[in-house]
């Protein structure tokens, strides 16, 4: 690999060219490369045919909306992804994190300061343990129940299923992909895209206590989802795909 190809690439998808070009010019200029792209449709293109570390997407764009293209990347891979906001617009922001995005940055911005982001982002993620389980659909079980990560559902052993919210589903998957491994409180909410502490009911261990009583035997000596010493949780038992 040689030095260029050994620098982080990251996608700008923003329609605005007086913005765009600009932006990805600093960028090369602080030794990152950058692709540009107007568009969800082309976004998805460059994608497809390279390897993006890091995606800095403006949420308002004509067509396909940056939301709408956060959460496929989000459900599809796992490149960190930076929202553009316009300023003030506090719901998007917040949709945009529910939706998985790593971080915004609200216009107009210093381009030093997102540059600090792309470093602290990339610094965070690539910092994270590495998934055991591939991020495709797929029914993992462990004991007597089976998480269907693309139903979004878990069945306990007599069929029937038991409903989570969206941050103990994330909590859940997060834990399962990287069993018998020792998460912080900081991984997990960074795993689960809950670093806005409004959006997963306030605390990663709030929702560990919630999945432990729906799915302990006993919730006072958990079996599954035991709490580590000096700060953390690990999932205790080694869970089977189909």
Known sequence: MSKEESRPHILVVEDSRDIREPLARYLREHFYRATTAADAASARKVMKGAAIDLVVLDIMMPGEDGLSLCRSIRETAQIPVILLTAKGEEVDRIIGLEMGADDYIAKPFSPRELIARIAAVLRRTQ?????????????????????????????????VAIPLSSGEFRLLTALL??????????????????????????????????????????????RYIKTVWGGGYIFAVEPETE
């Open 127 to 159: 910092a994270l343990p590495p998934r055991q389980k591939p991020p495709e659909s797929a029914r993992i079980r462990f004991g007597d129940w089976t998480l269907d990560t693309g139903q979004r559902e878990l069945v306990g052993a007599e069929g």
């Open 177 to 222: 992909e990287r069993p018998k491994i020792s998460l912080t409180r900081n991984q997990l909410l960074d795993l689960t895209k809950g670093r806005d502490a409004e959006l997963f009911d306030r605390s990663i261990d709030n929702h560990v206590s919630r999945l432990r009583k729906k799915i302990e035997p006993d919730p006072k000596s958990p």
